[in-house]
């Protein structure tokens, strides 16, 4: 990788919060560029404009949402990685600075970009769905595989749980940050985990 390169990878990473937390329309170059601690000539030397930054912010940011998905789900029973998969949104809210607590500073780049993007980038928007619909497979899978060792009741409707779960934790999102209360989450996370239980092979 190039000097430039690594600096312009820099830049999206440095930026990625303050889109994720204010969105594309909320971001101005001023805050950009006093964010990351550049210049507005060296901004401009590296990406045309702020679009063009934007679309890499979007991208870098749904591969970092899908990477800990895979993480979560990656090992163990099945329960067990959707337990984890669960636990990785307890602390949507934060008051305060970022700490290793919070998911993604700024909430669900899924739930912040597909709000903003559904009518207004249909590029954009695809890349969110494509996120939305790799995340309900992955879920999905883990469902399923449940079923065939036995964890789980033959009798679950694999599309649905996935869907079930992924919905009540965007929501959950939502309101959590709406309210600015993450107790509501883990109410959230406690019921959808006592679900998982009862559908245990007896």
Known sequence: MTKSERTRKQIVI??????????????SVDEIVEKIDVTRRSLYKHFEGKEELAQEVVEYLLDETLAKTRSALKSGSAQNRLFAYLDLYQNPYCAGPVTGEVYI???????????????G????ATKVARAVNETLKALES?????????????????????????SAIKGGILVARLLKNNNLM??????????????QES
Request: overall charge negative; some cysteine; aromatic content about 10%.
């Open 121 to 124: 980038d249909p590029h954009t």
């Open 14 to 27: 440095r930026s990625a919060s303050l889109f994720n937390e204010k969105g594309f329309a909320g971001s």
């Open 142 to 166: 883990v469902i399923l595989e449940g079923k065939n060792e036995k964890e789980f009741r033959d009798d679950i409707d694999v599309s649905q749980l996935a869907l079930k779960i992924f």
């Open 105 to 119: 500073n700024g909430g669900c780049p899924i739930l912040n970009f597909g709000v903003e993007y559904d009518d």
């Open 186 to 199: 883990h109410q959230i996370i406690s019921g959808l985990k006592q679900e998982l239980l009862s559908y």
